[in-house]
């Protein structure tokens, strides 16, 4: 293994396809250029705040989260863009039906747009 800070230490040359850190992302991950993923949704929120560990936003009721390695943007705008993709997309297919309702699709648009709203706000927090 390798040393949780600092990495391979020992100059083994082990590099695996994937990396898992449990709790947080390791300093020793910030130079991994391979797949990697955080995972441990079994932090307290008053121990995460302690520690000032930012957790990610874990979709739905996921363990795992993988770490996006190609851009800038933080895991809140991450998830926040995320939610509103899929919840458009919900929006569309459900509007496709044609059985429903002109009140009904009136509503989900709006909550979709609420939902979004909120959690770019909620997001936008941990910044």
Avoid at 80 to 107: G, I, M, Q, R
Wanted: glycine share 8%; net charge negative.
């Amino acid at each position: 293994g390798w040393h949780v800070n600092d990495g391979d230490v020992l100059g083994t040359g082990f590099l695996p396809d994937v990396l898992v850190s449990l709790t947080a992302p390791k300093l020793s991950a910030q130079n991994y250029p391979k797949r990697h993923f955080v995972g441990g949704r079994f932090l307290p929120p008053a121990l995460a705040e302690k520690y000032q560990i930012r957790m990610p936003p874990y979709p739905g009721v996921s363990q795992v989260m993988e770490i996006n390695r190609g851009g800038s943007t933080s895991w809140e705008e991450e998830y926040a863009e995320y939610l509103h993709d899929k919840e458009s997309k919900e929006f569309e297919n459900y509007k496709t039906e044609k059985s429903k309702p002109k009140e009904v699709e009136s509503w989900q648009k709006e909550y979709a747009e609420y939902l979004y709203e909120k959690e770019s706000k909620e997001f936008a927090a941990y910044k």
